[in-house]
């Protein structure tokens, strides 16, 4: 056993993680089965469940790509918690039991991995890009750092999915936009240097928009990378109610010189 | 109607409801012209030389201040508020529910038919009330 850990240091304990498995495919009910995991300092439930794979049941299905909460694939629901598996330490469960299950309000794929699409689809459909009038872009926009602080949290998205899975709304209505998509919204509309609120409008302004909020919180509460989409979709919510009366201007960043000029000045 | 529009209308009767609630509340159980002397009269048993001439413990005496135009126009407005903010509710609680095009617009002029039936009842008894007549 220690020879198969190796580099990991020495087996602490051993713990049960309490997988939840499902195969679409084989028409079965989902079911719970039971793997003992020895568990060194510094160990990932993500690193339980390679274990698991490389060990005992390789059948066993989960995503997982950086292994550094970076590129928000391996995020499950650990201990009836959205969590990313791979920055979640074992010991810091402090259980011996470890519950995992795929995380709520997707399709699955196969046990502990989910379809996406809809957090995706959603996600394009609120346009996650800097709009703007001008056909051809010479120099960069310009943007103050206070300016680019009235969004900056809402730029550490991952995209993990975790907001989405914990929502109550979403668990209901299938075709919510759902705190992810609307985070990004604001994100882009409170950037200076876009012009895009009216484009985003109907779709944020629409029965299943910022409105189908009703202010839970779970998404800022298990996002991990610390960001409050509650609170972004409470400022939309803002900023619509203001357009019912006065209509929101953008004002688009101005454009600063080209490179290509900067750098011939700069030599001559 | 925008979402927003109708949005902003949901927290405005919201915020109507609680203050014109209180002031039903208040009429019902304050306001009622009263020379209640309940207690009073316990205390003394019929030795008392007050007499029970009303107060909000009596139906008759409660249902005065609905005969005012005052207070009438106030119950028709509670109920004005309370029926947009009702049913906009149940249409927001069942159109998460069965989300689709279809559903949605089925769920929105049911809630306005029975929206209206509950208006219409509901504004027959303040009318009624208002023209001395009683339940
Ligand atoms: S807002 Fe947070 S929880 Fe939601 S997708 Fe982005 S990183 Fe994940
Ligand atoms: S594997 Fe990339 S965030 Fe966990």
Redesign the interface.
Known sequence: MELMLKGFGEVVKTVTLRVRRYDPEKKELPKYMEYKVPVQRGMTVLDGILYIKEHIDPSLAARYSCRMGICGSCAMIINNRERLACQTQILDLGKDLIKVDPMGNYDLVKDLVPDLTKLFRNHESIKPYIIRQEEKVTGEFLQLPEERELYSMFTECIMCGACLSACP?MA?????LGPQALAQSFRYIADSRDIGFNERLNLL?????V??CHFAGACSDVCPKGIDPALAIQLL?GM??K??FVKYQQKPAKIGPDRKSILETAQS | M????I??IQYITGIFILVLGALHFLAISALAPTSDKVLYQYANNSTSTHTLTGGTLYYTTVTTIYHTLFWGSIFELLLTFLVFHIFNGFR?IL???F??DRS?KAITYIMLVAGLIIFIWGSKTVVTMLLGGGL
């Not at chain 1, 209901?172 to 919510?176: A, G, N, R």
């Open positions: 709304t209901t209505d299938e075709l919510y302004d629409s029965k299943h928009g409105w189908r919510k619509l109610a357009n019912v | 925008k979402e927003s529009k949005m902003l927001i159109s998460e529910q989300p689709g949605e």
